[in-house]
Structures are given as C-alpha cells and as structure tokens.
C-alpha cells in the first residue's frame, strides 16, 4: 500500500489533487480490508449493536426495527449520505478498530479521520499511510492543535465526501494513572467521580463541530462494552491488540450502544457545550454499569428505567467479518500489480537514462 501511495501520489496530487484524494480513499479502504481480515483470522468477534429508536426516521415499524432485518441500515443512513461526528469511550485500542470496521459495514472505511498523538504520523509504513489518509495528528498543544484542526475541518467542509470524524473525548483508554488525574480533577470542579470512563475534554470535539455545522446533520454517540470483563477491570490490561493479534485472547462479542444527537439541538456556546459532553458522559457511565451488571446493554425500561416502557431498544448483531472479502484481497492485489508494474519499468527507464546521460557527461 505505501509503495502504491508513493509511486502515485507524490505526482498525482500536483496533476489532480481531486483524483489524488480519491485514490487515497482508496487506500484507505484497502488498509481497512487488512485489519477486517486480521480480525476474523485472530479475534473473530462479533458487533452486539443497540440503539435509541431516534435512530429511525420512520418509528413506526416496531417489529422490524427490533430485528436484524434490513432497517438496521437507516440507523447511519444520514452518516453515509452526509458524513457525521462520531464520539466514543475509550475502552481499548481496539475501539478505533472496531468503529473502522462498522464504518466499513457502511461502506464508507475511505472517508474515516481519526485523531491521533503527532508522533505516530513518522512510525514506518503505518505512520507514513495514515498521512496520505488525511488523518489528524495532535501534539496536545491548544496552539498549534486549533490550526490543525482548522486545515482538517476546511477540507472535510468543502469536500463532498461523507467524512467520519472520529473523537474519543477522554483523550487516552482507561488505565489506573488516567483514572486517577480523571478523579481528582473532578474533586476540584465539584464533579461526581465517573466509575466507568475518564471526564470528558470538550474543547477539540467543540471546536471541530463548530467548524462542521451545516456539514454533518448528527453527532453520533457510541458506547463500546467488552464481553468478559467486569466492574473494576481495565480493558487494555485484559484486551490488548498484541493480547488479541498475537495471543488470540479476545473478545467473543464486542457492545456497542448507538446514539444519535442532531447537531442543531447541541449547544454552541463554550458553557452549554462543556455541559452537554458532561451529561453525555455521565450517561455514558450508567450505561456501562448496568453493562457490568448484566453483562450487555439493557434492552427495555425493566432493565433500565431511562428506556420509556412499551419501546424496546433497537438490536443488532454483525460478525466483524466480510463474506467478499476473498474477492475483495484478489481484487486489491491485482491493483497493486496495475499500480506498481508499470510503476517498477518507468522508474527503471529514467535511471538508466540518467545513468548514461552522466556516464556521457563524465567521459
């Protein structure tokens, strides 16, 4: 894939920056491919989705939107058309996997920007990739981070991609060290200690949907739970990626509860937002208590009273898998040979020219 990017985008981006963005989507895709791949051969796991009934436009087919027939679709109908904000808790470094994959479901794994620490963009072959992918790489600096994510923002707006932002607010996974400075910050502002996640940073994810009002219609909410794991557990100790890649020990089934907010009836005022993402985690947290308890989300208002009675969630259950995928790798490789056969022979011709032109030169 990086020999793919360098033998066309160093060019192709001068010639055609459109065609350029394109061809990296592409990429994208094809790297999404590997870790859909990965996944079913070393941590087969399957997506456990439940969702408020706001997800659906049309509400009232009851029956069908507690299935796993085709009505799980409108779910990120808006997010496929139009791009959305996705936000999440930070379980595991798996979660950016896992939501890479569900947007791959969509259709829409070429259009994925995830926030990442700046130092990762020189990692070899991974860091070099995710450059030409357009992610975001942040040096936690308010500064510098504000016109990063300004350059970012201006282009997810004037491209007519469905751009899937990606933000964990917490900022890190879950561990002892964070959950510690998450809890005495909360003693300072006069917070309830969260159980379950880290207190929220609002200023990036505020800063980047002011930038993309009128572009995206939803902020979708995510909260991810691990099959296996119970209160008190941190979930990177347990689920790693080299745990789960190199070791097989992974999750059977990875919960994931989806919520939908309509950026229009977010706050935009610093205070009123600062509040929201509050009570969205707080939320959040309740959420993952009654996970703990019963070892999924709730499904109805006897498991969770804040579920109106008579309106059970919406339920799904995906296998974080691919059944094309056979075609899909022979498919990606023969671009591969497209790419970089012709690719091999032009660059061997303009060295051998310009070998002979010193050659000539020198004698």
Known sequence: MNLSQLAVSWWLQYLSPWIDRKFNQHCEHW???????????????????????????????????TSNGGSERSWFAPAVEHGCMVISNHQTYFDWIIIWILSYQERCDGYVKIIL?????????????MRMFDFIFLKRKWADDQQTFTRHMRRIVEHDDPAWLLIFPEGTVLCNKRIAISDKYAEKMGHK??????????????????????????????????EGLKKGDIPEDEYGLVSMYGKRVYPREVHIHVKRYAVADIPEDEEGFTNWMNQVFVEKDTRMARFYELGRFPHNHTEDEAIPAGEPVLQMTREAKDNNLPAEFLSMWLQFLALLTPTY????AVYSTAVSAVSALLS
């Open 193 to 226: 200690k969260p159980e379950h996640t880290l207190l929220p940073r609002a200023n990036g994810t505020r800063f980047c949907l002011s930038q993309l009002r009128g572009r995206i219609p939803y902020v979708y909410d995510l909260t991810m739970g691990y």
């Open 31 to 65: 790297f999404c491919n590997l870790l859909v791949a990965a996944t079913a051969i070393w941590a087969p796991t399957k997506l456990v989705l439940t969702g408020d009934r706001e997800l659906l436009d049309d509400k009232s087919s009851s029956g069908a939107a």
């Open 345 to 348: 022979y032009v660059l061997h």
């Open 117 to 129: 620490k700046d130092d990762l963009k020189n990692v070899p072959v991974f860091g070099w990739g």
